[in-house]
């Protein structure tokens, strides 16, 4: 498989989190309603299983630093290599309690081909205040903004909201992206799929809209640009883990070690399979990006991407969902 690095500009609001297993969904009905773009996407789909035709990663944050490209990656889900407190005077316990503390409002890690991802550095978590003195940026500047947009149901009969319960007023979570964002989302895909299929089909969803509310404007984004890209030159030149970018189903039997921090993605059919008698996917528990794996010697991926495929999960037995990630080979032990 090739991998790929994809631009986007977001252009408007979203009512859906922007997610890699959300974005495959929306793909494989673009596939789908139109042959012309791979072919059947029941050909596509016949051997998911084993062999994925498309695997797309959680889009991060992007940043032009001189003439490097930099990265907000997820922080990686490993707990920090500490003495135990017991052993510690005062002073440096102090001193771990202000680091935790720190920790925790730290969201990302910078990472570039020049800036290697290193799990086990303690002092590479970065927060806003950090990303605002490293680029440049007004000190107002938030990458996102989470608000709530309250509605009234209006009663169609009536032309007002009506007394029934069924027309309470209701509030909407909303995410408004910063003026000017670059988000990059990186794809791995098959010989069965162009990259010049999958980023037409990607510009479809962005002009018609991605995820909830849709058809009021939300979840609209540009597609900028396209090219490939090595993942490895992000990552440890030995390595002995993997840094997951989206959502994963790690295999069974096949990690030493597994940190991560549990998701659970309450799906819903798309297209005409909303209106169905059967609308809604059964919730389904997985590792969230950021996640850190270590195989077992002699289980190390021969692809670009690790995890399996997810069926049964609904009344329609031909449903999948996205259990594969993208990683970054890195490092864990000394």
Known sequence: MNVF???????????TELSGDCLFGQICWQLAQDDSLAGSIDKLLEDYDLHPFAVVSDPVISFKKGTVTEYLFRRPFVPPVERPFAELAFEQQKALFTERKRRKGCRWVIVSEEKQLDP????????????????????????????????????????????????????????AWADDMCLTLFIALS????????????????ATGYGADASTGKGRF???????????????????????????????????QVCFEPVVRFGRHGNYLANSEFPFKQPVLKAAAGAVFKPLEGYWPQAPYVGRSIRGLSKFSETVEQGYSLYIPVKLEA
């Open 5 to 15: 690095s994809i631009n986007l500009r977001p252009e408007s609001d979203f009512a």
């Open 222 to 256: 540009a597609v900028l640009s396209t090219a490939r890209f090595d993942l490895a030159r992000l990552g440890a030149k030995k390595p002995d883990a993997l840094y997951t970018l989206s959502s994963a189903l790690p295999a069974k039997e096949i990690y030493r």
């Open 191 to 206: 010989d069965k799929l162009s990259p010049e299929a999958f980023t037409k089909a990607l510009a479809r969803v962005g």
């Open 120 to 175: 086990m550095n303690s002092d590479a978590p970065v927060n806003r205040v950090d990303i605002i003195s490293r680029y440049g940026l007004h000190e107002d500047w938030q990458p996102e903004l989470i608000y709530h947009q309250y509605h009234n149901s209006i009663d169609r009969l009536t032309g007002t909201t009506g007394t029934d319960a069924a027309f309470a007023p209701f509030s909407q979570t909303l995410t």
